[in-house]
């Protein structure tokens, strides 16, 4: 099963730039808008609007890491939202820029959101704190267990 660890980074042209002389390769990057709907407490309801479309991603969360439930493209956007504002209310809505890497069996995201801050998410199977740590060679990494809606803004 797809999981994603989250990382508070404050140096991103470092992190990239490790990223890119261990062999990561930048496979997109783009702006999104990200609409967040209230669920209950350990579940993430969000449409994500990027250059590549719209997607409708459901987050559970699951000892510290946040396991992928859904993740697809949907068509309908506006008929889609009206419904799940309808339904949940909208509780966030947070806009930024990501950068996504290839890097072993990972996919890394350098997630920089407006007056929020910079994050690292590793996706993959069972992402570990070992690999952000050693492979990764973040110190003292500051670990998000919260969805991204959850965050104070800065």
Known sequence: MIQEIKVRIYNVQEVEQRLLQNGAKITDQTYFIDTYFHQPKGKVLKIVEKKSGAFM???QAVDGKFQVV???QINNLEKLKKELVV???IKRIMKG???FFQFQNYQIILNLIDDVGDF???TGENPSKEFVEKELGIEEPEYITVSFDEIKSS
């Open 87 to 89: 339904q949940y209310g």
């Open 57 to 59: 991603n459901i987050f």
């Open 120 to 122: 690292i998410i590793v």
């Open 70 to 72: 859904k993740d697809e």
């Open 97 to 99: 820029n990501r950068k």
